[in-house]
């Protein structure tokens, strides 16, 4: 099979919503350009280094909250020591709108106030493996926004890293919001599809991808 052509819709679990192209070139763009000023600072974007002394392919920065294997801080001590960038009320609002849309619940939109996002670059080589997103207190919805190049996203299960999972693909634009009874489902990038990004979206190449999240911590009690 070609590996431009467009993976077949596949059912996904419930509380797991994919939004087409729900992002405009305009707002591509300027979140292509938010993604750049915070990947310089105050707390650069860096290769995540994980416990086992293994690092990670893709590179990582955050903002609201920093995000090191398997806690938030304020702080990035495993970086400059600096506190990262605040998490802006534009983007609570862009979370609020990306959590009606997929779920059609304008209370649930309205009560969701994400206070961080990790922001993921990609390159052509870059993966990232079956994981659960559970460092956060909160169990309120993910929201992922995706730009640039094209990716395999694989979608699991809530018990194992292992089948069965469906993959899909999220093209530059796409919305990808988990909650309910899929907000702990394993998921990974085993492919990023090169080539296919659209230089429109001030991306000529990778994919940046965009994860809001509610981490349910204030500043007195961040994860230990």
Known sequence: MNALLPLPTAPLPPGAVHVPGWLTLDQQRELVAACRAWAVGPVPIRHTRLPNGGVMSVRTVCIGWHWQPYRYTRTAGDVNGQRVAAFPDWMVRLGRRAVLDAYGDEAAAAAYAPDTALINHYDGQAKLGMHQDKDEKSSAP????????????????????????????????????FGGPSRFLYHGVPRILEGTADPATGLTSGRLNITMRVTGLTDTHPTP
Do not use: K, M, Q, W
Not at 152 to 174: C, K
């Open 142 to 177: 993910v929201v992922s926004l995706s730009i640039g190049d094209t990716c395999v996203f694989r979608v699991g299960n809530t018990e194992t890293r292992n089948r069965p999972y469906t993959d899909i693909e999220l093209a530059s634009g796409d919305l990808f919001v």
